[in-house]
Structure formats: structure tokens, C-alpha cells
């Protein structure tokens, strides 16, 4: 009902702008009401949509700004191992095969409970994050690709943001045990190719003693997120 009453809003409320509509590189961040509204990619996840959906849904929405995560870029230029964030996992509005119709999402109406999958038909995996589960020759080749690949394409991707008047205000690079400092810093390298200097990751603590030190040769602010980690933990990490 909030995401709704939210794209209703977001419909009617002019957005502030530095002159026609959608002029690219320059654009004030959307605001509703005052306040300002971005999204992170992964509201996303289950869509299947890659990065030139996104941008249409964005413009449709009238959002400008966004945290986007690595998966999205790198498999739009073809890295080997990623795939699109959700991938291989139903939405959570999808409904059971074999349910019978319902009213619709958001009428009040509990959803209908998931059924387990049939015995021998597992359910697709859901996708990992680069490192995690990964075949180690696929993840050598992603490391590969990650320390070869041409800067000037993460340069055409910021292009691609700026025509479609979009801000790309932050990379989402989540380090984690199995980068070597060279693919660290060569993801620092990725973000400022893509017009930012400020990465955010989702990362166990036992990398960061490693990142700091490139983040600060680089310039770039490591904003970090803490999904499971205490105060305590947490305190440590900063």
C-alpha cells in the first residue's frame, strides 16, 4: 500500500530539475514533497530486469538516482560468472503453480503461503554474490576479467546514465575474503570510471584491514553496510 500511495505521489509531484526534462549529466536529485528520493538496485532483485530496464523504470517513476550494484554493471558488459541480482527466484508476489486466482497484492488479503518444491525438482539457486559458492575456474575467471577489462567501458556505462538523465551516485562492491588486493583496488578504479567516488559493500570485516588503505590512496569513501554485524562489530569495521 506505501509503494502505491508512494508511485501515486511520485506521478503528480513535480521533480526538481536544472531545465528540460531529462537534460543527463548535471540534474538535481529527484524530491518528493522535499524529500530526496534515490533507490539501490537491488529493489530490483526478482524483476530479471537488467540495467536498460532499470533506467526505463526509473524515468517512468521519475527517480533519478540510484546506488547501483556491481552485478548489474558487470553483467551488462558480459563479465563471466555474474548474473542479474535474484536471478533464478520467483518474486515474493508470485504465485504457487496450481494456485487457484486471488485478489490481488495489496488488497489485504494474507498471500498465499509458498509450496515446497516436488520431491526431485530442487528449486533454482538463488544467485550469490561474486566469491560465494562460486566455482573457483569461474571466479579465477571473473577475477580475470575484473583486472583486464577496459576502464573506458565502465566510462560508456556513466555515458549511458548521463543520456538517460540519470544520477549514478554510488557503486555497490561488496569486498569480500576472496578478492586480492589488485581486484580491490581495481574496483576502486571500476567506481571512478563510473563518475563516483564513494562505494558502498555489504562485506564481512576481515577484508576491511585491506580496503581502507587503497580507499584512501584512491579518494574513494567506503560507506559500509551492516547486515550482519553487531554494534560492537560494527564499531571495529568503522
Given at each position: ?96 503453480a496450481g494456485a487457484p486466482p486471488g485478489p490481488p497484492p495489496g488488497t489485504g488479503t494474507p498471500p498465499t503461503p509458498a509450496t515446497p518444491a516436488a520431491a526431485g525438482t530442487p528449486a ?115
Amino acid at each position: 500500500d506505501w509503494l502505491k500511495a508512494t508511485i501515486a505521489t511520485a506521478a503528480a509531484v513535480p521533480f526538481a530539475s536544472t531545465g528540460s526534462a531529462w537534460p543527463g549529466a548535471g540534474q538535481q536529485p529527484a524530491r518528493i514533497r522535499g524529500v530526496r528520493m534515490a533507490l539501490q538496485s537491488a529493489s530490483f532483485s526478482f524483476s530479471g530486469l537488467g540495467l536498460p530496464d532499470i533506467f526505463k523504470t526509473m524515468q517512468e517513476l521519475g527517480l533519478k538516482e540510484i546506488d547501483i550494484m556491481s552485478e548489474h554493471v558487470e553483467h551488462l558488459l558480459g563479465a563471466p560468472g555474474i548474473q542479474l541480482p535474484g536471478a533464478g527466484r520467483q518474486g515474493p508476489w508470485a504465485r504457487p503453480a496450481g494456485a487457484p486466482p486471488g485478489p490481488p497484492p495489496g488488497t489485504g488479503t494474507p498471500p498465499t503461503p509458498a509450496t515446497p518444491a516436488a520431491a526431485g525438482t530442487p528449486a533454482a539457486p538463488p544467485a550469490r554474490p561474486a566469491g560465494r559458492g562460486m566455482d573457483p575456474a569461474v571466479r579465477e575467471a571473473l577475477r580475470a576479467w575484473r583486472l583486464s577489462v577496459d576502464l573506458a567501458r565502465f566510462r560508456d556505462v556513466k555515458a549511458q546514465f548521463d543520456r538517460a538523465g540519470l544520477i549514478l551516485f554510488s557503486y555497490n562492491l561488496s569486498f569480500n575474503d576472496s578478492y586480492t588486493d589488485a581486484e580491490i583496488e581495481r574496483g576502486m578504479l571500476m567506481a571512478k570510471a563510473l563518475g563516483t567516488s564513494i562505494i558502498t559493500a555489504s562485506s564481512p570485516l576481515s577484508v576491511m584491514p585491506r580496503v581502507a588503505p587503497l580507499a584512501e590512496k584512491h579518494g574513494v569513501v567506503v560507506a559500509l553496510h551492516n547486515h550482519n554485524e553487531g554494534p560492537e562489530e560494527f564499531e571495529k569495521g568503522m
